[in-house]
């Protein structure tokens, strides 16, 4: 976050941002050419006649690569600005001579965290900025080894919707995991053995789907907007493909709201089953108490120690109190069966 007052567009590395690495792609429809730890000059290079070049650039640690590639490809700056703050929400943004897209895709290396994605579309070029390295691209690099493919004779945009529908794809794996996590959390909370469920993993997991809701909500909007074909830069033949975006937004969004609920419902069933237990108890020790009543008073009556008490110099006496103590408790735990209390 660049500091308060600083001019628009100012560019300020992110706090323990990864080193910066530039990886690019160039491919027409008869050859790929794919080169990792490249300069500038590199991809300028490869920036020939019939070339469509995908730079991707991970870790915002040194902001002189990226100033030169807003250089290069004429980006306005408010949107690179945008790129390495990392702080902002999906969006879609037109300026002109090239796209702006900034979504949060589900970290590979770590499912349970997101990173943002800044992806750049122009007539002849996409650029992609990503916190960290490893994502969730490895098929869409695939594609564009692959000759027999279709990826290389397309054009940029084509491979715009190819990441971005990856992005998209990624969090189905994570949602599937919780959903397996959900339903051994219910099992153990129900299980009578398991008295005391991992509440810690289901407050986890719900914060999980919170962290997930927060990253993914906006990504409704951004379907949207390039599903009214408010981009100039998606061509006709792609947009059929960017309705299929939208719909997965749709289908995550509606499981990570079932499944918010299913936590939520998860967590009052431990809640209601623990105070159910604890009434359980309660009822139990209340039996033992209410027995042990009319039996403390009988020992009470029998420890004043008065005088006139014939039985206690009896020979019965002592057997005659016990044996009604103990019918008074027998009595007492038929008549608590009968009523259901036990």
């Not at 975006?245 to 069933?269: I, T």
């Not at 008065?306 to 008549?335: D, H, N, S």
Request: hydrophobic share 45%.
């Amino acid at each position: 976050m660049p500091p308060a007052g600083s001019s628009p567009g100012t560019l300020a590395a992110p706090a323990e941002a990864s080193p910066t690495v530039l990886s690019v792609t160039a491919y027409n429809a008869r050859a790929v050419i794919e080169k990792a730890g490249v300069g500038i000059d590199d991809i300028a290079a490869l920036r020939t006649d019939g070339n469509i070049v995908w730079v991707d650039c991970t870790g915002f640690r040194d902001m002189e690569p990226i100033r030169a590639l807003g250089e290069m490809f004429a980006l306005h700056r408010l949107a690179l600005a945008d790129v390495v703050n990392l702080q902002q929400r999906a969006k879609y943004e037109d300026y002109g001579e090239h796209a702006f897209l900034l979504l949060r895709m589900v970290d590979a290396e770590n499912p349970t965290e997101t990173e943002q994605l800044g992806l750049f579309l122009g007539p002849d070029f996409v650029l992609t900025f990503q916190e960290r390295a490893g994502d969730n691209f490895r098929l869409v690099r695939n594609r564009l080894l692959d000759a027999q493919g279709q990826m290389r004779k397309r054009g940029g945009d084509s491979l715009a919707y190819a990441l971005i529908d990856a992005a998209v794809d990624g969090y189905f794996p994570v949602l599937e995991s919780i959903d397996d996590r959900l339903g051994e959390l219910e099992g153990a909370i129900l299980s009578a053995q398991q008295r005391t469920p991992a509440i810690a993993d289901l407050h986890a997991t719900r914060r999980c789907l919170l962290d997930l809701r927060r990253a993914a909500w906006p990504l409704r909007e951004v379907a949207s907007a390039l599903v009214r074909g408010e981009s100039p830069h998606f061509s006709g033949d792609v947009r059929p493909y960017l309705r299929d975006v939208h719909d997965h937004v749709v289908q995550l969004l509606d499981l990570l709201e079932n499944y918010r609920e299913l936590s939520s419902s998860l967590l009052d069933l431990h809640l209601s089953l623990v105070n159910h237990r604890l009434n359980e108890v309660m009822k139990v020790l209340t039996i033992i108490a209410t027995i042990f009543i009319p039996l403390t008073f009988i020992v009470g009556v029998y420890g004043m120690n008065f005088e006139c008490m014939p039985e206690t110099k009896q020979w019965w006496g002592y057997p005659a109190v016990l044996l009604l103590m103990v019918t008074i408790a027998a009595v007492m735990l038929r008549w608590f069966r009968r009523r259901g209390w036990l």
